[in-house]
């Protein structure tokens, strides 16, 4: 098996103000050599604090990512934020596809590998979001349905500095809830086999993270099984005790 640095990335979703800042600056005063030596760290503010929070990282060694990006460079599309703008930013990844945009802003698989591969192009990394709703697993379709968000959500050319994959089923991002690890196990046993098929031997690097209701209290469990290579934490990444908590799961 091969071993696979893990990353721990916080998604704020749409909260914060630049006073929020301050936890990023808790967040790398506790990120010290022990932690460094094992995992690494992303957070992924809302668009406007993207700038100051990659200012505020310089040196710190956690990198910062964008939630959402648009498929174009640049042009006629008025509120959107361009990959190459997140780049520009000093942003190192973009989320693309989350359950959110999938659910409240129609997002399809197809708009979704559009913008996992603007990301691509303009030079980050894409973090692509995939994962069953509740109906979807009572019905016995967790497997069909990630399966199928991954073939068609993750772009022809990923590579495990380019694509890391986000396994968040639906019903556990800000619930509480979170599946059993013989079901995280599988789901991301499944995702492997998938990204392997398609692209390669190298696709054993890419890292695949479990997402959905991540605490101090559960990460370790969590992140214990196998294949998953670290965590997209909601909820948890607001505050810095309980992201560098769950980074220490490591
Ligand atoms: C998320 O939004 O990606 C997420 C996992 O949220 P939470 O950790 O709050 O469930």
Known sequence: VMSVRPLVAGNWKMNGSRSA????????????????AKVDLMICPPA????????????????IGGQ??????????????????LADSGA??????HSERRQYFKESDALVAAKAAAAIRAGLAAIVCVGETREEREAGKALSVVGRQVARSVPEDA??????????????????LTPTAAD????????RKKLVSRHGKQAAGIRILYGGSVKPANAKELMAVENVDGALVGGASLKAADFLAIAAAY
Not at 68 to 85: I, L, N, P
Not at 92 to 97: F, N, R
Not at 165 to 171: D, M, N, S
Not at 184 to 191: C, D, G, P, T
């Open 48 to 63: 406007p604090l993207v700038f100051l929070a990659a200012a505020a990282a310089i040196g710190t060694r956690i990198a």
């Open 92 to 97: 190192g990844a973009v989320i693309v596809g």
């Open 159 to 176: 590579t495990p500095e380019t694509i890391i994959v986000a396994y968040e089923p639906v019903w556990a991002i800000g619930t509480g």
């Open 184 to 191: 995280v196990a599988e789901v991301h046993a499944l995702i």
């Open 68 to 85: 959402d990006c648009h498929t174009e460079a640049s042009g006629a599309f008025t509120g959107e934020v361009s990959a190459e703008m």
């Open 21 to 36: 800042l301050k936890e990023l600056s808790a967040m790398a005063e506790g990120y010290d050599a022990g932690l460094k």
